[in-house]
């Protein structure tokens, strides 16, 4: 069984800095791209960043150039992401999700099989 675990959320002023971690137990496929999601009370599920388990390769949304990086241990089963400059409209649950992939998926919800329960970012003002 797949599994996937998010931690590191929390309340943060805005400017400050936070570091998600997802844990991916049970992933039999050799290779894999895990995807960073969140979602705002009343707003989709937005796509930020991904990267992909056999060569660490990386994407980011538009929105997120700049602020967030994405990084992998392979040797922990960890995928992290390092936000920074927050603001209070990244206020959001943060999701982590997974998928064999042969090449980096970018990170589209309908695409990601795997989700994690979710860690709860707020940003005060």
């Known amino acids: 069984e797949v599994q996937l675990v998010e931690s590191g959320g929390g309340l943060v002023q805005a400017g400050g800095s936070l570091r998600l971690s997802c844990v991916v137990s049970?992933?039999?496929?050799?290779?894999?791209?895990i995807g960073w999601f969140r979602q705002a009370p009343g707003k989709e599920r937005e796509g930020l960043s991904s990267?992909?388990?056999?060569?660490?390769?990386?994407y980011y949304a538009d929105s997120v150039k700049g602020r967030l990086t994405i990084s992998s241990d392979n040797s922990k089963n960890s995928v992290y992401l390092q936000m920074n400059n927050l603001k209070p409209e990244d206020t959001a649950v943060y999701f982590c999700?997974?998928?064999?992939?042969?090449?980096?998926?970018?990170?589209?919800?309908?695409?990601?099989?795997?989700w994690g329960q979710g860690t709860q970012v707020t940003v005060s003002s």
């Open positions: 999700a997974a998928r064999s992939a042969a090449s980096l998926v970018v990170p589209l919800a309908l695409w990601y099989d795997y």
């Open positions: 049970g992933f039999t496929s050799r290779s894999y791209s």
């Open positions: 990267i992909f388990s056999s060569d660490g390769s990386t």
